[in-house]
């Protein structure tokens, strides 16, 4: 895993489609398959891991496609809203995710969105690589924050 290192402020067209070779430092995740490393300056976790080497169908990522990552953020940021409403998401859980879900509307971190466009599973893994990016995002703006999401949404 040491051939190649991205930095994580360079462009979009400079991004490397194996995903195995992104960066050379790691962190280890769990999923319901098991331990993977995922490159640890990746806002995606295990699950986009994974479907990016089992659904790389068309070599085109949905970072291409802005537009529709600000939506998909625009979405779970009124789910958030809706949830803290319903008294189902306390205030600083909702108020990390709501800034995580503006920071993404508004262009950043979408070289983080990296399944294929052409996918199965009806968006599942489009709406996972969300999940990831979104809840490490805001995961990192409060420790702790992160852990919690990944036990209730993401089964590790």
Do not use: W
């Not at 085109?60 to 789910?79: N, S």
């Not at 199965?120 to 992160?146: C, F, H, I, Y």
């Amino acid at each position: 895993m040491t051939d190649h290192i991205r930095d994580e402020h360079s462009s979009d067209s400079a991004r490397i489609s194996d995903p195995a070779h992104y960066h050379t430092a790691t962190r280890l995740e769990h999923d319901f398959l098991g331990d993977r490393e995922v490159p640890s300056s990746a806002l995606y976790g295990v699950q986009t891991l994974r479907a990016m080497e089992n659904s790389a169908i068309s070599g085109v990522e949905l970072c291409d496609f802005p537009t529709l990552i600000a939506a998909i953020a625009a979405v779970k940021e009124a789910a958030a809203e809706a949830n803290r409403e319903l008294g189902l998401l306390a205030d600083e859980i909702a108020d990390a995710i709501i800034r995580a879900c503006r920071e993404i509307t508004n262009g950043r971190h979408h070289e983080h969105f990296r399944v294929d466009m052409i996918q199965g599973g009806a968006g599942t893994s489009t709406n996972m690589n969300a999940n990831e990016v979104n809840g490490n995002r805001a995961g990192g703006r409060k420790p702790g924050l992160l852990r919690y999401h990944r036990r209730r949404y993401h089964g590790a």
